[in-house]
């Protein structure tokens, strides 16, 4: 049975050992606010369904992949496979270090801090890390533009504050979040921090871009 992703949101694989699956859910959970879907194997698994299948369809179909690194993460007989997988898609990975550091092929890239930090900021973390790499940035784009076409004043700001920091956003995501800035009057009356202004200024530069 293959994963089914929700339509319209970003695609995060978080690789963990089962019995840190409460605190990698509490992280999908603040992912989520900013339209990225998480697939968490002990969670998103249907009892009937065939988990090793699950697991390859959700890792063949991820935007990207975020390692939890616990204590004896690499002692997984699951987790360095799935990092692999992904890495060898050409799609980001991240590391939140939690006890490990990162080892092996992501041993080169500084990992999140995360020991100690309230999942919100690790989140925020993992959001801010994907929006500012070359080969997520643009699906982030399209997401958070899209979140801003129907989203409150106060999600605005988050939004737009995350937005600026978006690598390359694609004339894509800058024709989306036009129809955003037109259709939501939150956006036009949120002045505090200028947001559609600054909304303005990034449709125009993402559609200069090439997608």
């Known amino acids: 049975m293959p994963h089914n992703w929700p339509l ?3 695609r995060l694989f978080v690789s963990h050992l089962s019995h840190y699956h409460a605190y990698a859910s509490q992280l999908a959970g603040w992912l989520d606010g900013f339209g990225i879907s998480s697939f968490i194997a002990h969670e998103a698994i249907e009892p009937s369904a065939e988990w090793q299948i699950e697991i390859e369809s959700a890792l063949s179909t991820a935007d990207a ?5 616990h204590p004896d993460f690499h002692t997984s007989k ?11 898609r050409g799609k980001p990975v991240l590391s939140v270090r939690l006890g490990a550091d990162p080892h092996g092929f992501i041993g080169k ?3 999140i801090p995360g020991l100690g ?8 973390a993992i959001i801010t890390a994907l ?7 643009r699906q982030i784009a399209r997401v ?5 076409s129907n989203c409150g004043w106060d999600d605005v700001r988050k939004f737009t504050k995350l937005a600026e920091r978006i690598a390359v956003g694609g004339p894509q995501a800058g024709n989306i979040l036009r129809a955003a800035i037109s259709g939501n009057s939150d956006i036009r009356t949120e002045n505090q921090l ?17 997608d």
């Open 8 to 10: 319209g949101k970003f």
């Open 65 to 69: 992949l975020v390692a939890l690194l």
């Open 117 to 124: 930090r309230p999942e919100k900021e690790v989140a925020d």
């Open 194 to 210: 200028g947001a559609e202004a600054k909304l303005n200024t990034l449709a125009t530069q993402w559609l200069s871009e090439t």
């Open 144 to 148: 958070l533009a899209g979140k801003l």
């Open 78 to 88: 699951w987790c360095d496979q799935e990092l692999g997988f992904v890495m060898g």
């Open 109 to 111: 890239y500084q990992g």
């Open 131 to 137: 929006a500012g790499k070359s080969n997520s940035s």
